[in-house]
């Protein structure tokens, strides 16, 4: 019974990284750059839904709702004024550099505004806990809620890239600007699109990680931020069924290694794999071939 | 009044100047050649057109409006549509796809339709591949696939660069038949290409140009008679 928990924890909180994963993927894949802001993002809508939750007296809903929007606005915010000015002129590498500033920036903001010391969150989800096999097997509120969301967001999402003519388009951006633009694509408009979406996401990641462990600091975003990268890059970047894959694999590995190898050792553990998987399939486990432009 | 026209267009690449101060002028209802060797600034001319590439100095003139200055993706709704060179379909999408992004800027749905019916008339191949990635077509059909992309926005002007590229013959006359029809149809042609004498054969007048400066243009026939452009264009 405990490896089935162990399973169910792992996909838990690799639904966590999947969606926040879904953020980098996308912006990679259109924008063409690492938006290594993204896991601070995340904590950014924990600390909207917590100050909507304690001193606006709000509902756990309307507490998603507003981390949403913030986020939402954070996210095009920082694609306007940090990146697109870079766009054009500058190398990756600067635009890189650009990101880490941003995080930093984000994180040192939310520490002046809400202090260093780390806030407890209460959980916003009032789906009661599941107990299975006569109480052997306890399946969280909070875990239920977080799969169905994944799963829900892998779903409409693909849809929306596969069957709209807005998500086509972004697919169209991602492969080739120009000759999107010849079809009459604003492309900036895209990719400011593909900002708001990654961080909307992140913001319920957000929520969803403080309420299964409800503890937030100004650095919360940083871990599962860079695990997520990790994910997506696992999955193959630029590749959203990748991001799923890559993200619930990733919480997997790291659960069962923390039950039955070392707690100390599982982030190492993480990571080892990684990079074996890089060697064998250096594009990631769904990751398209680089296409050479004849 | 022209329909399209180029005047002293000076565009740079960082510090390389590629088009050193060009005019032209292409008239309703004409089959324009711009032809040149590799490197000559076709493809930026084209570029510049449609605003892919900023022009320094000069000024385009549509329909008598100044879009010098009209970002790129405002381009194709103004009724001017480029194929450009190395086709660029996007391989991801299926063919239908691709086709529906050329008519990306049109909404009536009926309309559209019509356009995706002529299109398949004109390519009959597409619409027997109308569910394949684009990426998996053979060089001549994707060359299909940019031109009926194209057509879907219902163009007033077509621009193409180098159809013809790394084509085989029976497909390079492919090629040129659906120019020849598409410009019988009503749609302004300019056409940029290195296979010179195919060109010059379909155009009504034609422009050489010569590293970012035009330094012929005439009619289409009195080019291919010329003795110059017969020896550095037709190989003869
Ligand atoms: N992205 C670029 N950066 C720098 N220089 C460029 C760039 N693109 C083109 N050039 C230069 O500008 C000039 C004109 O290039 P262009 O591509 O317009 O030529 P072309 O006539 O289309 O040639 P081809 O027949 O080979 O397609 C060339 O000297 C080329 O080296
Ligand atoms: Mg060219």
Redo the contacts with the bound molecule.
């Keep these: 019974m405990s490896f089935l928990s162990y399973m169910i924890n792992g996909i838990s909180l690799g639904s966590v990284y999947a969606i926040i994963a879904l953020g980098y993927t996308m912006v990679y894949g259109i924008a063409k750059m690492l938006n290594f802001a993204h896991g601070d993002v995340i904590m950014v809508g924990g600390y909207a839904a917590l100050t909507m939750l304690l001193n606006a007296n709000a509902s756990p809903l309307a507490a998603v709702l507003v981390s949403i929007v913030v986020c939402t606005v954070l996210g095009i915010t920082i694609e306007a004024v940090a990146y697109r000015p870079l766009r054009a002129a500058a190398s990756p590498l600067a635009v890189l550099i650009t990101a880490i500033g941003v995080s930093y920036l984000l994180q040192n903001v939310v520490l002046l505004i809400f202090g260093s010391n780390p806030k407890n969150f209460q959980s916003v989800i009032p789906v009661p806990d599941l107990k299975l096999a006569g109480g052997a097997l306890m399946i969280t509120g909070e875990t239920i809620v977080t799969i169905i969301s994944c799963i829900v967001i892998m779903t409409v999402l693909t849809l929306f890239i596969n069957r709209t003519r807005t998500g086509q388009a972004m697919q169209a951006v991602s492969e080739d600007k120009g000759a999107a633009q010849l079809m009459g694509i604003n492309v900036n408009q895209t990719i400011a699109l593909t900002f708001a979406i990654g961080s909307g996401l992140a913001a319920v990641a957000g929520v969803l990680l403080c309420s299964s462990y409800p503890s937030l600091s100004p650095y919360t975003g940083s871990m599962p931020g860079i695990k997520a990268f990790v994910a997506a890059v696992f999955g193959g970047i630029g590749s959203i069924p990748g991001a799923m894959i890559g993200g619930i694999l990733l919480g997997v590995i790291e659960i069962l290694a923390k039950a039955y190898i070392s707690s100390q050792l599982a982030d190492a553990i993480v990571f080892a794999v990684l990079i074996v998987v890089l060697l064998v399939k250096p594009t990631g486990l769904l990751g398209k071939q680089i296409q050479e432009k004849v | 009044m022209a329909m399209l026209e180029a005047k002293n267009l000076h565009v740079y690449?960082?510090v390389?100047q590629?088009?050193k101060g060009i005019s032209f002028e292409v008239n309703q209802g004409e089959v324009i050649a711009l032809i040149?060797?590799?490197?000559?600034?076709?493809?930026?001319?084209?570029?510049t057109l449609t605003g892919l590439l900023p022009a320094k100095q000069g000024h385009i003139i549509f329909e008598g409006k100044d879009i010098t200055k009209v970002p790129a993706h405002k381009i194709v709704k103004m009724g001017i549509a480029h194929v450009p060179?190395g086709r660029r379909v996007f391989s991801q999408l299926s063919v239908y796809e691709n086709l529906m992004m050329g008519a990306f800027t049109r909404k009536d749905k009926g309309e559209i339709a019509e356009s995706l019916a002529n299109v398949y008339k004109r390519f009959p191949r597409l619409e027997e591949r109308k569910t394949q990635r684009a990426g998996t077509l053979s060089g001549g059909e994707q060359q299909m696939l940019a031109m009926g992309r194209a057509l879907m926005s219902r163009p007033r002007i077509i621009l193409m660069?180098?159809p013809s590229?790394g084509l085989s013959p029976i497909f390079v006359n492919e090629i040129f038949d659906i120019i020849k029809e598409v410009s019988e149809s009503g749609t302004t042609v300019l056409l940029?290409e290195?296979n010179a004498k195919k060109a010059l054969a379909i155009a009504d007048r034609a422009y050489v140009?010569e590293?970012?400066e035009i330094s012929l243009e005439g009619r289409a026939e009195e080019l291919l008679h010329n003795e110059a452009v017969q020896k550095a264009y037709l190989g003869e």
């Design positions: 690449y960082g390389i590629a088009l040149g060797a590799n490197g000559a600034g076709k493809t930026t001319t084209l570029h060179e660069d180098e590229m940029v290195q140009l590293t970012g």
